[in-house]
């Protein structure tokens, strides 16, 4: 259950896994370059609007799919890397609109999509959040999106937790 009216400013890690309509794991991410662990975002309840920053991260396919290993980013629609953060009032926080955009390590960008994501977020008693991507109506986190190279639709699963700074 996530906490509304959250304030100040939060710096973390996150993973996300990439989810097929039917809940089908395609792949999970880790840092830009490689290697395993969550990967840095921070948010910002103080700003006007609110905002979530995640910096970019590498996908791991997974195991018996026929894809390279993948770059990824989420950016405003607008350009820039903080994305507008909509307090619902009820422990959730809404992205209305992100660019998602995956490619293959060393490829030039490639094709994206635009979509929206909720995130439940609490306040823990540390003074520290934990963050998960809320139920979608399709029975999975997230909102899914034609997201190549992942065969039909994608659906980013993101997971994680900030301290205060």
Same mark, same amino acid.
Do not use: D, E, F, R
């Given at each position: 259950? @996530?906490?509304p009216n959250i304030s100040g400013r939060y710096a973390g890690a996150y993973d996300v896994v990439v989810r097929k309509e039917g809940g089908k794991?395609?792949?999970?991410?880790g840092p830009l370059g490689g290697g395993q662990g969550g990967v840095a975002w921070s948010f910002d309840f103080s700003s006007e609007p609110k905002t979530v920053t995640l910096e970019k991260g590498r996908l791991t396919p997974a195991? *018996?799919? %026929?894809l390279p290993?993948?770059?990824y980013e989420a950016r405003a629609t @607008? *350009?820039?890397a903080a994305l507008p953060l909509t307090d619902n009032g009820d422990g959730t926080y809404t992205v209305q609109s992100y660019v998602w955009q995956v490619f293959p390590v *060393?490829? %030039?960008l490639g094709p994206y999509g635009t979509t929206s994501i909720t995130l439940e977020i609490t306040q823990l008693l540390d003074d520290s959040i934990a963050v998960v991507t809320a139920q979608g109506a399709h029975g999975l986190p997230g909102t899914p999106l034609p997201s190549p190279p992942f065969p039909g639709a994608a659906t980013p699963d993101w997971r994680g937790r900030a301290s205060k700074v």
């Open positions: 259950m @996530g906490t794991v395609q792949a999970y991410s195991p *018996g799919l %026929p290993w993948l770059n @607008g *350009g820039g *060393g490829a %030039p």
